[in-house]
C-alpha cells in the first residue's frame, strides 16, 4: 500500500470537504434566519444560497465517502491515486464553475434544477451553460473515479464474488469483505444515475443550442433528474456504511465483521431496489404510469429495510453487554446509524403514497433528509476523519466530549423545528412565510439558533482534524 500518497490526498479531500462544510452551514443558518425575519436577504439571494447549499452538500459528502471508500480499499486491492487527484481536480473546477454560475451569474433553481426551470432565464444569460457545465466537470470526474474503483476490485475478485453471491451456498470457499461487498453495490448504484445525469445533460444542452427547434419531455426530463438527485443522494450513505462495517468493529476492539448469507442478500437486494425508490418523488405528477408509483411505494421499503435490518442488528450485537473501546470516532458511527434509523423512518412515513397527500413539499422533507445526512451519514464521515487523522497525524482526544454534545444538541434541535413545520404542513423552499403559517418564524429562529450549535461543533472538530491532516499533508514521503 502506498501509504504516504494516498495519505496525502485523502488529508486533502478532509480538508477541502469540511471547508465546504463551515461554508454551506453557514448558508443553512441564512436561509433558516432569512425565514424567521431576523435579518432579510432578497428571494434571489435566499435561492441562490439555497442552490449552493444544496449542491455543496450533496457533493461533498459524496466525495467525502468517496475518498474513505478509496483509502479503505487500498486495503484489498490496489487502486489508482492518479484518478483520485484527477477526481479531486475535477471538484475544485465544478464548484468554482458552480459559485461563478450562483454567486456571480445568480443561478437559483435549486440543486434539483428541474426542468424546464433553468431555461426561464431570470438571471445572467451564461449562468445557466456554466451551472450545467459545472455538472458536467463534477459528473465525468466522479465517474471515472467510480469507473476506475470498479475495475480494481473486478482485477482481484470475480464478478460472482464481488457480489458474494458464493454466501448463499452453505460453507463458500472464499470469503468476501463486507466492505467490498458494500462498495461494489454502492459503485454499480453510483455509476447507474451518473450515466443517467449524463443523458440528462445532453438531452438539456440539445434542447439548450437547438434554439427552440427541439424540445424535451417534461415527464422525461422529471423522471432522468430524480433517478439521478435521489440515487446519488442515498447511494453516498451507502459508502459511508461500508466504512463502518470496516472501521466499527477495528475501532471498538472487537473481531473483525463477516459477511453471512443474510448481509449478502439484504445488500443485493439495496442495489436492485434503491434504483427503483426514486418514483417516490413523482407521486403528484399524476400523468406518471401508475404502475410507477406502486413500484416507487415498494421499493422505498425495500431499500431501505434489508440495508437497514442488517446494520442495526450488527451494530446492536457488536455492543450488546461487550467491553467497547469507545472513542469519538465510533460513537459518531454509532450515533449516526441511530440518526439514519430515524431519517430512514420519516424518509419511510413521507412515502407512503396516503401520506404523501399531505407531506409532499412540506418541510418534513428536509425534516427527513436532514436527519440521515446531519445526522447520519456526516457522522460516518466524520467518524472516518477522525480515525485517519489520529491514526496518521497522532493528536488527543480533548475535544471530543464537547464536538459531540455540540453535534447532538445542535442537531437535535435543528431538526425537530423542521419536524414540527412539516406536521404543521409549512411548505418547504418559501423564502419567507406568509402570515398564515403562524409558527413557522419562530420554528425557523428555533433552527437557526441550534443550527448555530451544530457549527460551533463542526468548527471545533475542524480546527482539530484540519491541524493533524496538515501534518500528515506536509510530512515528506
Ligand atoms: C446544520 C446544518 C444545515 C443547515 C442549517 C441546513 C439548512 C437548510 C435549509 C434552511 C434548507 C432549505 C429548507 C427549505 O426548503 O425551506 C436546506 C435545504 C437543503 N439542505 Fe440543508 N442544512 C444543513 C445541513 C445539510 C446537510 C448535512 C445536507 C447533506 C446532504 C444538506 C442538504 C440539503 C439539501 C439537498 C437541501 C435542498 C435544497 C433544495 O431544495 O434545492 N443540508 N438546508
Not at 500500500?1 to 453557514?26: D, G, H
Not at 466499527?248 to 436492485?272: C, D, H, M, Q
Request: proline content about 3%.
Amino acid at each position: 500500500m502506498e501509504t504516504t500518497r494516498f495519505n496525502k490526498i485523502t488529508s486533502l479531500w478532509i480538508i477541502t470537504v469540511l471547508v465546504l462544510f463551515v461554508v454551506a452551514i453557514t448558508l443553512g443558518i441564512i436561509m433558516r434566519l432569512n425565514q424567521s425575519e431576523l435579518i432579510t436577504v432578497s428571494p434571489i439571494t435566499f435561492y441562490t444560497d439555497m442552490t449552493v447549499h444544496g449542491l455543496t452538500m450533496i457533493g461533498i459528502w459524496f466525495v467525502a465517502g468517496m475518498a474513505a471508500v478509496n483509502f479503505i480499499m487500498e486495503r484489498y486491492v490496489k487502486t489508482s491515486h492518479g484518478v483520485n487527484v484527477f477526481a479531486y481536480v475535477m471538484t475544485v473546477v465544478g464548484v468554482l464553475l458552480l459559485w461563478a454560475s450562483t454567486f456571480f451569474g445568480r443561478f437559483h433553481a435549486g440543486w434539483t434544477f428541474l426542468y424546464p426551470l433553468p431555461f426561464k432565464v431570470m438571471w445572467k444569460s451564461w449562468a445557466t451553460p456554466t451551472f450545467y457545465f459545472s455538472l458536467a466537470v463534477l459528473g465525468v470526474g466522479w465517474l471515472v473515479w467510480c469507473l476506475s474503483l470498479v475495475s480494481s476490485l473486478l482485477k482481484k475478485y470475480s464478478l460472482k464474488e464481488v457480489f458474494a453471491w458464493q454466501h448463499f451456498s452453505k460453507n463458500p470457499k472464499t470469503e468476501t469483505p463486507p466492505f467490498v461487498l458494500i462498495a461494489m453495490i454502492s459503485l454499480v448504484g453510483i455509476i447507474t444515475c451518473l450515466l443517467a445525469a449524463v443523458i440528462l445533460l445532453v438531452l438539456t444542452f440539445a434542447e439548450y443550442y437547438s434554439k427552440g427547434s427541439f424540445v424535451n419531455d417534461a415527464l422525461l426530463m422529471k423522471n432522468l433528474t430524480y433517478f439521478f438527485g435521489h440515487t446519488i443522494a442515498n447511494e453516498m450513505l451507502y459508502l459511508g456504511l461500508a466504512i463502518l462495517y470496516e472501521l466499527f468493529s477495528e475501532i471498538s476492539g472487537r473481531p473483525k465483521w463477516k459477511t453471512t448469507w443474510y448481509v449478502a442478500l439484504a445488500w443485493n437486494f439495496t442495489l436492485i431496489f434503491i434504483l427503483t425508490a426514486f418514483f417516490h418523488h413523482l407521486y403528484m405528477d399524476f400523468v406518471q404510469p401508475e404502475g410507477f408509483q406502486i413500484i416507487g411505494q415498494i421499493a422505498s421499503y425495500s431499500a431501505s429495510l434489508p440495508a437497514a435490518g442488517v446494520t442495526v442488528f450488527s451494530v446492536i450485537v457488536a455492543v450488546y453487554r461487550t467491553k467497547i473501546n469507545w472513542s469519538l470516532a465510533n460513537l459518531l458511527f454509532f450515533l449516526g446509524v441511530t440518526g439514519w434509523v430515524i431519517g430512514g423512518i420519516g424518509a419511510v412515513i413521507d412515502a407512503t403514497i396516503s401520506n404523501n397527500f399531505i407531506l409532499h413539499n412540506t418541510l418534513w422533507v428536509p425534516a427527513h433528509f436532514h436527519t440521515y445526512n446531519a445526522l447520519g451519514n456526516v457522522l460516518f464521515s466524520l467518524a472516518f476523519f477522525q480515525w485517519f487523522s489520529a491514526k496518521y497525524g497522532g493528536g488527543s482526544q480533548r475535544w471530543s466530549k464537547v464536538v459531540l454534545w455540540l453535534l447532538l444538541i445542535g442537531g437535535i434541535g435543528f431538526l425537530t423545528a423542521f419536524y414540527i413545520g412539516g406536521a404543521d404542513s409549512i411548505p418547504r423552499r418559501y423564502s419567507s412565510y406568509p402570515e398564515v403559517f403562524a409558527t413557522a418564524k419562530t420554528l425557523a429562529a428555533f433552527g437557526a439558533l441550534f443550527a448555530t450549535v451544530y457549527l460551533s461543533g463542526v468548527l471545533v472538530f475542524f480546527v482539530n482534524i484540519s491541524k493533524r491532516c496538515l501534518k500528515i499533508l506536509l510530512q515528506r514521503s
